[in-house]
């Protein structure tokens, strides 16, 4: 046998591996990724209380994991105590409004300019019988009957992400723990296939990269709930202050603002305030936008040093393509390939042609 059939045999045995693990773990990769993504987002702060416990390492990892877990479980705890006392009813709601159809609210005729359509378009869909359902993608609402049944829809979907929930927090607690030798193992391989300096080039955009979008999302998140909270009081929206709290942790997730802004103006709405729940709504779409297409990524391209245009893709062309764990994979592409682009345009003496800001 010659080195050249040597070397295809090793390759394609080495290829064959790789697909046989990623068969059998496929089912993780979600959780795995996740798990990456906050271990490297919280890395300086696990280093911080390493070294406060003696350069302990399952101490530390188990600690910091506690902390991130925590910072998840008490929202979502509240959130899921509140949706069990509502579930049958908001159920049976659903059920019934797929089945005999929802008529259309006596308010929304009386809107200026939009009135009109907007109860046509209701008639026509809302208001016929399982005409709820016509707007699900899932299209699963037709085979559910009654509320004991979309319940066990709801919960069998929530007992599959809390499986998931849990396995990305284990996998957290060993990437902290064998962090550093993960890291090493990583680089070896990679300055291997690529070559030390390539490599090392490319590696320090990614922790930039996830740590800014990290740090974007929940920091714009949180300052959208307090300029919509703002809103909420001054339209006199009931508990503006728990409002503006379930405003800022979804608006953490782009897009994910105005499910509670439009809530809020429904219920204003409902109540007779029409005017204050147009401004809710108007006031809300003004700060999404404002954020979701200029702070965001410019808070993130700031400390990536990426073109504003490759923030925008990265971010809009991640959550659409790979859902919402694509919000951070997105940016970290986006570095990458701009790294590559800067890197293709290097003369033969190494000078750039074009830096990047």
Not at 140 to 163: C, P, Q, T, Y
């Amino acid at each position: 046998m010659t080195e050249t059939q040597r070397d295809i045999l090793s390759a394609g045995f080495s290829l064959t591996l790789i697909a046989l693990a990623a068969f059998v773990m496929h089912r993780f990769f979600l959780p795995l990724i996740w798990a990456g993504i906050l271990c490297v987002a919280t890395w300086p702060l696990y280093q911080r209380i390493r070294a406060r416990f003696g350069r302990h390492d399952v101490l530390a990892a188990a600690v910091l994991t506690l902390i991130c877990a925590a910072v998840f479980i008490v929202p979502v705890s509240l959130g899921v105590a509140q949706a069990a006392r509502q579930a049958p009813e908001l159920a049976n709601y659903i059920v019934t409004a797929n089945t005999d159809g929802i008529p259309v609210p006596a308010f929304v005729q009386h809107l200026p300019m939009v009135g009109e359509w907007i109860s046509g378009w209701w008639q026509a869909t809302l208001s016929q019988p399982h005409g709820l359902s016509h707007l699900l993608s899932e299209r699963e609402i037709n085979g559910l009957h009654s509320a004991s049944d979309m319940i066990k829809v709801a919960g069998a979907g929530f007992m599959h992400r809390l499986v998931d929930f849990g396995l990305a927090f284990l996998c957290l607690f060993f990437f902290y723990k064998d962090g550093e030798a993960l890291n090493r193992q990583i680089a070896a391989i990679g300055s291997h296939c690529l070559s030390e300096q390539r490599w090392a080039r490319y590696a320090e955009k990614i922790p930039t990269a996830i740590r800014a979008t990290v740090n974007g999302l929940v920091l714009v998140g949180l300052a959208e709930g307090v300029l919509i909270g703002i809103g909420y009081a001054f339209a006199g929206l009931p508990s503006p202050a728990l409002w503006a709290a379930v405003t800022g942790i979804l608006a953490i997730i782009p897009f994910g603002a105005p499910l509670a802004f439009v809530s809020a103006a429904a219920v204003l709405a409902f109540n007779g305030a029409v005017p204050a729940a147009i401004a809710v709504a108007v006031w809300g779409t003004i700060v999404l936008f404002v954020a979701d297409h200029f702070v965001r990524p410019g808070m993130i391209g700031n400390a990536t040093r990426l073109p504003f245009l490759a923030v925008l893709f990265g971010i809009l062309g991640g959550v659409e393509t790979l859902g919402l764990v694509g919000l951070f994979i997105g940016p970290v592409v986006m570095v990458l390939f701009v790294t590559l682009w800067y890197e293709a345009n290097l003369f033969d003496d190494g000078s750039p042609v074009a830096k990047p800001r």
